[in-house]
C-alpha cells in the first residue's frame, strides 16, 4: 500500500503538482483560431471570444472525441470539425446541429480551466477542486509593478520539467557553464552557500558575494511556483538597476516541458526606451545563448540521471526544494489539504 502511494506521488511529481497556476502560452500564441496545447499531460483547446476574452476546455468533443482544437471559433464557443457539436467555453454543449432535440444539449460534458492573463502570459488552473475554489495567483512585483519593464521569453525542453526547476535552483553553475556569457563572466568559482526562509519560499544564496554574478535565486510559491534571480550589468549597456529573470517551468509530459522566462529591469520614462531598445538590438540574442547552454546540458543527461546522482552542500538549495514538491504531491495523493500548505521546515538553514 505505501509502495503504490510513492509511485502516485512520483507520478503526480512527474507530471505536475495540481492546485496551482501555470503559464501556458504566451499572449500572443493565442489569438482568433482555437489551438491545442498539451500542458500537465492534458490535451486543451484555448480560443478568445469577440470580446477578446480567453476560454480553455478539455480538448475532446463528448460526442465522438474529435479534437475541438481542429474546429471553428463561434466566439463563445467551438464547434468540432466533424460533426459540428458546439461546446462553451464553461464545457456545456450548446447545441447539436446534427439532430433535433439532442439530449447531449445543455449537458456539461467535459472540463473547463479557470484562465488568467498576466505579464503576457495565459495562464490556467490546474485543480483538483472546483474551478471556483481556484487559488488566487499571485507573481512577482517584477511581472506587475509599473516600476518595471519586462520582456518574455518562452522556449520548448525536451526534459522532464523538474531538471529546469534544478537547473535554476543552482547558482553555482553560472560560474561554469555561462563563464563567457556579458554578465556572468565574474565572480567565484568556490562558495560557502546558504538557505533563508521568506514567507512564501525560500532564498538560496553564495554567502559573502551579492551583485557579482549569478549570486542568488529565490524559490516562490503564490499559487504558482516561481524563481528569481538576478544578474549585474555593466555600465554599457544601459540605465537601470540589475538585470532581473523570474521563471516558471510548466511540464508538457513526463518528458518534456515549456519554460518561461520573463527578462526584467527596473526602469521607467526614457530610462525604460533606452533599456528596451537595448535589449531588443543587443541583449536578446545573447540571453538565448545562454539559455541554449542550459538547454542542451539538461536535454543532454542520461535517462533517470536523478537515480544516480551524488549531491554536495552547493545542490542543498535543490534538495530542499524537491524535499518541498515531494511534500506536496504526498499529499495530494492522500488528499492531506493541511499537510499541502506546510512550509519547508528548517528556518535559516546553512549548507
Known amino acids: 500500500m505505501e509502495s503504490n502511494k510513492q509511485a502516485r506521488a512520483e507520478a503526480r511529481l512527474n507530471t505536475g503538482l495540481r492546485n496551482y497556476w501555470y503559464p501556458v502560452a504566451a499572449s500572443w500564441q493565442v489569438t482568433h483560431a482555437p489551438i491545442g496545447i498539451t500542458r500537465l499531460g492534458q490535451n486543451i483547446v484555448v480560443w478568445r471570444d469577440n470580446a477578446g476574452k480567453l476560454n480553455a476546455l478539455e480538448d475532446r468533443c463528448p460526442h465522438r472525441g474529435a479534437r475541438l482544437s481542429m474546429g471553428w471559433n463561434l466566439g463563445d464557443r467551438v464547434a468540432c470539425w466533424y460533426h459540428g457539436v458546439e461546446v462553451g467555453g464553461d464545457g456545456q454543449v450548446k447545441s447539436v446541429p446534427a439532430v433535433d432535440n439532442c439530449p447531449l444539449e445543455g449537458r456539461t460534458c467535459v472540463r473547463s480551466y479557470p484562465v488568467e492573463e498576466q505579464a503576457g502570459a495565459i495562464f490556467l488552473w490546474f485543480g483538483d477542486r472546483a474551478p471556483a475554489e481556484a487559488d488566487a495567483l499571485r507573481l512577482p512585483e517584477e511581472l506587475v509593478s509599473e516600476e518595471h519593464s519586462n520582456f518574455l521569453c518562452v522556449a520548448h525542453w525536451d526534459c522532464n520539467y523538474r531538471y529546469a526547476i534544478d537547473n535554476v535552483m543552482d547558482p553555482m553553475h553560472g560560474a561554469y557553464l555561462h563563464a563567457v556569457s556579458h554578465s556572468m563572466a565574474s565572480g567565484e568559482k568556490s562558495a560557502v552557500m546558504q538557505v533563508v526562509e521568506t514567507d512564501h519560499g525560500l532564498i538560496f544564496e553564495k554567502t ?17 511556483l516561481w524563481l528569481r534571480l538576478s544578474i549585474p550589468y555593466r555600465d554599457k549597456v544601459g540605465p537601470g538597476g540589475p538585470f532581473g529573470i523570474v521563471g516558471i517551468a510548466t511540464p508538457v509530459d513526463e518528458e518534456h516541458c515549456m519554460v518561461f522566462f520573463w527578462r526584467t529591469r527596473q526602469v521607467q520614462g526614457w530610462e525604460r526606451d533606452v533599456w528596451r531598445f537595448l535589449y531588443r538590438n543587443r ?69
Open 208 to 224: 559573502g558575494q551579492r551583485g557579482v554574478n549569478f549570486d542568488w535565486v529565490e524559490f516562490g510559491e503564490t499559487g504558482t
Open 283 to 351: 541583449l536578446e540574442g545573447l540571453h538565448w545563448d545562454v539559455l541554449e547552454q542550459d538547454r542542451v546540458v539538461l536535454e543532454s543527461m542520461a535517462p533517470g540521471a536523478r537515480d544516480h546522482e551524488m549531491l554536495y552542500a552547493h545542490d542543498a538549495g535543490i534538495t530542499r526544494v524537491r524535499r518541498l514538491l515531494k511534500r506536496r504531491a504526498d499529499a495530494e495523493v492522500a488528499d492531506d489539504p493541511v499537510a499541502m500548505l506546510q512550509p519547508v521546515a528548517g528556518a535559516h538553514s546553512h549548507a
